[in-house]
């Protein structure tokens, strides 16, 4: 790194390109902040829906595109056909905006490489057109990368939509998933995911693949895969231990449920959370919050605007009488400080929708899990926290008030969560040896910066 004009040269910069999902923000925003402390100069080039606050990102350069994604298309809440959109209509505006960036005459003009979220693929076709190197960063896990496969399998032999007779039978390729944990969509027409996750599956012109997984939990499907791969794959996950202090949520962080944690006992709440995009029904939202009271825990409840489906106002979606009745046992956000809440003393369990960022986070703190998975990913995820890992019991049926109090307490206070929660600290202990110095994750990140400087 050199000096002119009190500027900071940096030798290398690097373009990267979020997909615009707070699950996929993260991720990137982590990885950034890696590379920064590492000696990279950064530029985030973002699309306008869901843009970046670059307010928690001083050192980074943030450059809005338009995206030209129509309201109607915003509102219907359709990720397949927003993100086709967004390669569709991103790709032109990328090209030009890295043109501009090489052409410019700046020390910290010259773009030695754009990292890319898979679900972006457009920007590697950008970097190649341009003759700039390009890496793609999967934010997700092996297992699903390789259940996305047998799903397009599935689809392209006529098996889809799967019949209701096979649902719960194991798939022999795939231990332990079963049908029903396949990552299908919700989202009309499915020709949508299918093209989405064939764009997604191929590194065509990238020299590297990053994934925001780690070796000690994915260990036999990464060596896999590394077969299969014709360029080096570099598991660095979890990234949020790389960069801690980190906040990069779309939405404000409410800490007020901090000083509420610190008056609870070591190990007795229940921290509950469906993440940025799983909705509910009316009707769920008071199953759970009827379990939550009957069950006698003390919880921290996450209930984002749109987590029930048609409404945004949280005080009207909570059944009546709950909040009077529950008083200073519960406490209710819009959105949580969640890697904190974690890592905090009083936490014992993880109510968790199983998106990938949300199970890792907890993992890597030793909190073992409820499942409650809704699309995609997650029920593949939720399947490898209870049968592979073993941290965590997955909630099934339709949302009961009863039954859910019975998890609850499985979970925070049985002997079967405390063998749970063993496992889980012995998780997270094995996730701190990769994430330290000799570590797996740590080495990769070495390899990977080596492998930036040698563009
Ligand atoms: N998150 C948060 N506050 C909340 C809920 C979630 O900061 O109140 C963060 C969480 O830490 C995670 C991300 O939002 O990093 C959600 O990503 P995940 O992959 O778990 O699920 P998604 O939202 O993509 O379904």
Redesign the pocket.
């Known amino acids: 790194m050199g000096s002119e004009g009190g500027e900071v040269i940096r030798p290398h910069h690097l373009v990267l390109v979020p997909c615009p999902?707070?699950?996929?923000i993260?991720p990137m925003l982590q990885l950034g902040t890696i590379l920064h402390s590492r000696g990279f100069s950064i530029s985030i080039i973002h699309t306008q829906f869901n843009a970046p606050c670059p307010r928690n990102h001083p050192d980074f350069r943030f450059i809005p595109i338009p995206d030209g994604l129509p309201d109607s298309l915003i509102s219907s809440g359709n990720i397949p056909a927003i993100l086709l959109a967004v390669n569709a209509n991103c790709h032109t505006p990328l090209k030009d905006r890295v043109a501009r960036m090489m052409q410019s005459e700046k020390p910290n003009g010259k773009v030695s490489c754009i990292i890319y979220d898979e679900l972006i693929y457009s920007a590697e076709s950008v970097a190649n057109s341009l003759g700039i190197p390009s890496i793609m960063l999967r934010t997700n896990t092996v297992s699903t990368f390789l259940a996305r496969d047998l799903i397009l399998r599935l689809i392209d032999q006529g098996q889809t939509p799967l019949q209701d007779s096979i649902m719960e039978e194991p798939v022999p390729e795939h231990y332990p998933l079963r049908y029903k944990d396949l990552p299908t969509t919700i989202f009309k027409p499915v020709s949508n995911f299918v093209e989405m996750v064939e764009n997604l599956r191929l590194v065509r012109t990238s020299s590297a693949v990053i994934w925001n997984t780690l070796d000690c939990l994915e260990n036999s499907l990464l060596d896999q895969v590394k077969q299969q791969c014709q360029v080096p794959i570099f598991t660095v996950g979890p990234m949020h231990k790389f960069a801690p202090q980190l906040s990069t949520?779309l939405l404000k962080?409410d800490y007020s449920c901090i000083p509420w944690l610190d008056k609870q006992a070591e190990k007795s709440v229940i921290y509950v959370?469906l993440?940025?995009?799983?909705c509910i029904s009316q009707h769920e939202l008071a199953e759970m919050a009827w379990g939550l009271t009957k069950s006698n825990l003390p919880f921290l409840w996450?209930v984002?605007p749109g987590l029930v489906r048609g409404t945004r106002n949280i005080q009207e979606s909570l059944p009546d009488g709950f909040k009077e009745g529950v008083g200073e046992r519960g406490r209710i956000?819009q959105?949580?400080?969640?890697?904190e809440i974690l890592a905090h003393k009083a936490v014992a369990g993880f109510w968790s929708?199983c998106?990938?960022?949300?199970?890792v986070?907890s993992i890597a703190e030793g909190v073992p899990l409820i499942c409650r998975p809704n699309f995609a990913d997650?029920k593949v995820t939720a399947r490898y926290v209870t049968h592979v890992w073993k941290v965590g019991m997955q909630l099934e049926e339709e949302l009961e008030r009863e039954q859910v109090a019975a998890a609850l307490r499985r979970l925070m206070v049985e002997k079967e969560g405390i063998e749970m929660r063993k496992r889980a600290m012995e998780l997270k202990a094995r996730v701190e040896i990769g994430t330290r110095k000799g570590g797996s994750s740590f080495n990769d990140l070495d390899k990977l910066i080596k492998t930036i400087r040698s563009f």
């Open positions: 999902y707070q699950g996929h993260n949520s962080e959370s993440g940025s995009l799983a996450v984002r956000v959105w949580a400080p969640q890697k929708h998106g990938w960022n949300s199970t986070e997650q």
